[in-house]
């Protein structure tokens, strides 16, 4: 079953523009992954956040997550037309660890 | 470092025929091992899961199995291919608890005509 369900389904900003989603989950969980998707190609690892942490950056990616709401955020800061990708959350629940349980993915499209 | 491979990356079968994707990760022991499945323009459904030889899980009621022979090898199969079978497949592995990212395979198309 769908753990995680990302919001929006797709976003089009232009290049230098911030793009968000979100993911929202279920039942509490262990750490919730990032994944990238271009089309047509495996899945890139992004970040993880772990369930004891609130905040996460990599580059120009920054990562949070709040367990009391069971959800988290995706943010790209100043983003670039080679972000068009979807975007996955993945969740590791607590009483299945290692079980990875995916959304349906945000589509960004950003135009330069 | 460690490094996963997936193959083929497309594939075409006629309904009924038998099927096997291989998926090998290299750089690590005792790996978990994954098997996902990705309908057009939707998210991935966990297949299969394995913690170890011959420990397989399956998570969803189907017309596939899966095998792992050896620590670092994941095989997915069937014996007679269903048009509904045809996706996206892709192959990932996992370390563990101290390491929980999950690392993916370039996926294989599956085409069942």
């Given at each position: 079953?769908?753990?995680?369900?990302?919001?929006?389904?797709?976003?089009?900003?232009?290049?230098?523009?911030?793009?968000?989603?979100?993911?929202?989950?279920?039942?509490?969980?262990?750490?919730?992954?990032?994944?990238?998707?271009?089309?047509?190609?495996?899945?890139?690892?992004?970040?993880?956040?772990?369930?004891?942490?609130?905040?996460?950056?990599?580059?120009?990616?920054?990562?949070t997550?709040?367990?009391?709401?069971?959800?988290?955020?995706?943010?790209?800061?100043?983003?670039?037309?080679?972000?068009?990708?979807?975007y996955?959350?993945?969740?590791?629940?607590?009483?299945?660890?290692?079980?990875?349980?995916?959304?349906?993915?945000?589509?960004?499209?950003v135009?330069? | 470092?460690?490094?996963?491979?997936q193959?083929?990356?497309?594939?075409?079968?006629?309904?009924?025929?038998?099927?096997?994707?291989?998926?090998?990760?290299?750089?690590?022991?005792?790996?978990?091992?994954?098997?996902?499945?990705?309908?057009?323009?939707r998210?991935?459904?966990?297949?299969?899961?394995?913690?170890?030889?011959?420990?397989?899980?399956?998570?969803?009621?189907?017309?596939?199995?899966?095998?792992?022979?050896?620590?670092?090898?994941?095989?997915?199969?069937?014996?007679?291919?269903?048009l509904?079978?045809?996706?996206?497949?892709?192959?990932?592995?996992?370390?563990?608890?101290?390491?929980?990212?999950?690392?993916?395979g370039?996926?294989?198309?599956?085409?069942?005509?």
């Open positions: 079953s769908q753990q995680g369900e990302e919001d929006p389904q797709a976003l089009s900003i232009q290049e230098g523009e911030n793009a968000t989603m979100n993911c929202s989950y279920k039942t509490s969980i262990n750490n919730l992954q990032w994944y990238r998707q271009n089309s047509g190609r495996g899945l890139v690892h992004l970040i993880l956040i772990r369930s004891n942490e609130r905040e996460k950056h990599s580059g120009r990616l920054r990562v997550l709040d367990t009391s709401k069971k959800s988290s955020s995706l943010l790209i800061t100043a983003s670039r037309a080679a972000d068009t990708a979807s996955f959350c993945a969740t590791d629940q607590a009483d299945s660890w290692g079980k990875f349980q995916f959304g349906a993915g945000t589509q960004v499209v135009t330069p | 470092s460690q490094t996963i491979h193959w083929p990356a497309t594939l075409v079968q006629p309904v009924g025929s038998p099927l096997s994707l291989e998926c090998t990760v290299e750089g690590t022991s005792n790996p978990n091992l994954y098997w996902y499945r990705q309908a057009a323009g998210g991935l459904q966990l297949l299969f899961y394995s913690v170890g030889i011959g420990q397989i899980s399956s998570e969803v009621p189907q017309n596939l199995s899966a095998s792992r022979p050896q620590d670092r090898q994941f095989i997915l199969s069937s014996k007679k291919l269903l509904s079978d045809s996706g996206f497949y892709l192959c990932a592995w996992s370390v563990g608890e101290l390491v929980p990212e999950a690392f993916f370039q996926g294989t198309r599956l085409t069942v005509v």
